[in-house]
């Protein structure tokens, strides 16, 4: 670091939404972020005593590195940036579970729920994606949620948007999960974040209350494709045993049985068969699983739907 910036590297340069500083913080966006090393933590120090600046938006999801340095839920990257003078707002203040500075903040502005802060969250996605502090954060968003917090406002980020149900299953705290889902949250689409990012318990609280496994929709596949095309095969194995139909056609008519003859696994589409698949179903282009998999020189997956 320091013989890039004798050559003028830009501390605060910004390459696919990353900044350095926010670089350094977040190491894997959807994992809280483990004992960061005394190397990572006096390249923070020497980051922000150079000129890089906690204030600028950055990571996943867009935030200020205060809010980033709750979502990973590290004490001592807060400390630091708070000794460097970050802003500690109503916004971050949701992120670290300061309930009191929340109130002080809806009583100056109540318009404060409706608000985004730099990056573009709101500050009950600040509280949901938080990992300081899940009961604080619960706090925090039971007070927001009662002064009129919209829960299915959302924000950009990356490719999709999401919203404080996504963050909450992302930040695995399960009771605002559930505070949210009480509070309005639309079910089926909860039933993503919480099979994606969370788990069972997660995905069954959203089963519990209506989700329909049918109409989950992820990167504009049904749920259950989705989970395949990306090998996810026990999540989908779960999907297939709490209701979801193999039959369902994406945009391109593909069912889950096209997708898992794509993808190749045997133990995928002996499960789907099982659980009721119909090899027989043509996609918009006239092919069915078994000339997918053809075509893909899958012949034991071949042999498999001929039987």
Same mark, same amino acid.
């Given at each position: 670091?320091? !013989? $890039?910036?004798?050559?003028?590297?830009? !501390?605060?340069?910004?390459? #696919?939404?990353?900044?350095?500083?926010?670089?350094?913080l977040?190491?894997?966006?959807?994992?809280?972020?483990?004992?960061?090393?005394?190397?990572r @933590?006096?390249?923070?120090?020497? $980051? @922000?005593?150079?000129?890089?600046?906690?204030? +600028?938006?950055?990571?996943?999801?867009? %935030?200020? %590195?205060?809010?980033i340095?709750?979502f990973?839920?590290?004490?001592?990257y807060?400390? #630091?940036?708070?000794?460097?003078?970050?802003r500690?707002?109503?916004?971050?203040?949701?992120? @670290?579970?300061?309930?009191?500075?929340?109130?002080?903040?809806?009583?100056?502005?109540?318009?404060?729920?409706? +608000?985004?802060?730099?990056?573009?969250?709101?500050?009950?996605?600040?509280a949901?994606?938080? #990992?300081?502090?899940?009961? %604080?954060? *619960?706090?925090?968003?039971?007070?927001?949620?009662?002064?009129? %917090?919209?829960?299915?406002?959302?924000?950009?980020?990356?490719?999709?948007?999401?919203?404080?149900?996504? $963050?909450?299953?992302?930040?695995?705290?399960?009771?605002?999960?559930?505070? *949210?889902?009480?509070?309005?949250?639309?079910?089926?689409?909860?039933?993503?974040?919480?099979?994606?990012?969370?788990?069972?318990?997660f995905?069954? $609280?959203?089963?519990?209350?209506?989700?329909?496994?049918?109409?989950?929709?992820?990167?504009?596949?049904?749920?259950?494709?989705?989970?395949?095309?990306?090998?996810?095969?026990?999540?989908?194995?779960?999907? *297939?045993?709490?209701?979801?139909?193999?039959n369902?056609?994406?945009?391109?008519?593909?069912?889950?049985?096209?997708?898992?003859?794509?993808?190749?696994?045997?133990?995928?589409?002996?499960?789907?068969?099982?659980?009721?698949?119909?090899?027989?179903?043509?996609?918009?282009?006239?092919?069915?699983?078994?000339?997918?998999?053809? #075509?893909?020189?899958?012949?034991?997956?071949?042999? *498999? @739907?001929?039987?």
């Amino acid at each position: 670091m320091e !013989l $890039l910036h004798s050559k003028g590297a830009d !501390l605060n340069a910004v390459w #696919r939404g990353y900044r350095p500083l926010h670089s350094l913080l977040q190491e894997e966006p959807h994992r809280a972020s483990g004992t960061p090393s005394a190397e990572r @933590l006096e390249c923070l120090d020497w $980051l @922000l005593a150079h000129g890089a600046d906690p204030e +600028q938006p950055g990571a996943w999801p867009p %935030a200020r %590195a205060i809010i980033i340095a709750a979502f990973m839920g590290e004490p001592r990257y807060v400390n #630091r940036l708070r000794k460097a003078r970050a802003r500690i707002d109503g916004f971050a203040a949701a992120a @670290l579970g300061d309930q009191n500075l929340v109130q002080k903040t809806l009583i100056r502005s109540p318009g404060f729920v409706r +608000q985004r802060d730099s990056g573009g969250l709101t500050a009950l996605q600040c509280a949901a994606g938080s #990992r300081f502090s899940e009961a %604080a954060a *619960l706090d925090v968003a039971m007070v927001l949620l009662r002064a009129g %917090a919209d829960l299915r406002m959302q924000t950009k980020s990356w490719n999709h948007n999401i919203d404080a149900v996504y $963050l909450a299953a992302s930040a695995k705290n399960k009771a605002l999960f559930a505070l *949210l889902l009480e509070h309005g949250a639309d079910a089926t689409e909860a039933l993503v974040p919480a099979v994606w990012n969370a788990d069972e318990e997660f995905a069954e $609280l959203a089963l519990q209350r209506g989700a329909q496994p049918d109409l989950a929709v992820a990167d504009s596949q049904p749920l259950l494709n989705s989970l395949i095309r990306w090998g996810q095969i026990r999540k989908a194995r779960w999907l *297939l045993a709490h209701g979801a139909s193999p039959n369902v056609p994406d945009h391109q008519g593909w069912t889950a049985l096209h997708q898992a003859a794509s993808r190749g696994n045997e133990q995928m589409m002996r499960a789907l068969l099982e659980a009721g698949g119909d090899a027989a179903p043509r996609d918009h282009q006239g092919s069915t699983p078994i000339d997918i998999a053809r #075509r893909a020189r899958r012949n034991k997956l071949v042999d *498999l @739907l001929r039987r």
